[in-house]
């Protein structure tokens, strides 16, 4: 059975098993009244025993003498509730991942070379393919950013394993939107949420700011606001 020590705010029990086996009494300090003496007399002759303990818990007051102290609780996890819908990327998300990105209707070259256009659109999301040159409507960059989020909610829902809220889940789709899926599933901030720990996976997000190993302020700013939307906290400061 182990051994431990229950205090009490007039005495401390020395348990073993379920069970006290010896009262220390406490009593003021005749020179700091502020301090309480130990009276250890009762259990002198115990620790001279051939099976002294060589290990003890201390438990803080609340349970019963006579109760094996509970095991701790797990941290609860610092997210709201699952709330709203989770099946598409909501209003707030959808403003990040347009002021971000930007709306091209020729297309162009980002910060490492690929070819993009409409909002962020790059053939390793799918159809259409970018080529030097193309030209889209207004229209077609809105049915082509439908298209591509689609691909990245799904991939989303795929790879978290734990609760989120349409806030959490809105922030990982622009981040995976932004970086791709491989990038998220790869990724730290995906191992930790999936372990509940919430605020552990929003930190994250600042980490991913290089683009052809510069930190870019654009960037910086993305994972500030997608950070943000995580947590359900104001993020339109951040954004361009």
Known sequence: M?????????AIYLMQGGYWISRLTKYPSSTNPAEQVLNVTAIRSWFT???????MTVSPEGAEPNMIPAPPKPPTPTTPP???????????????VKRCEGRELQAYQDSVGVWTIGYGH???A???TVYAGQTISEAEAESILKTDLELFENGVRGL????????QFSALVSFSFNLGLGALGDSTLLRKLNAGDYQGAAD??????????QTLLGLVKRRDAERALFLSQPYAHFLP
Do not use: M
């Not at 182990?2 to 007039?10: A, D, M, V």
């Not at 025993?49 to 290990?55: F, G, Q, V």
């Open 2 to 10: 182990g051994t431990w020590i229950k205090e009490t705010s007039k």
């Open 49 to 55: 025993r051939e099976d002294y303990p060589r290990a």
């Open 82 to 96: 699952p709330s709203a819908s989770t099946d598409h990327i909501n209003s707030d998300g959808l403003i990040i």
């Open 122 to 124: 790059t053939s390793a």
């Open 126 to 128: 799918g159809p259409p």
């Open 160 to 167: 978290v394993k734990v609760p989120v809220n349409s806030d």
């Open 204 to 213: 994250e997000f600042p980490r991913w700011v290089k683009a052809g190993g």
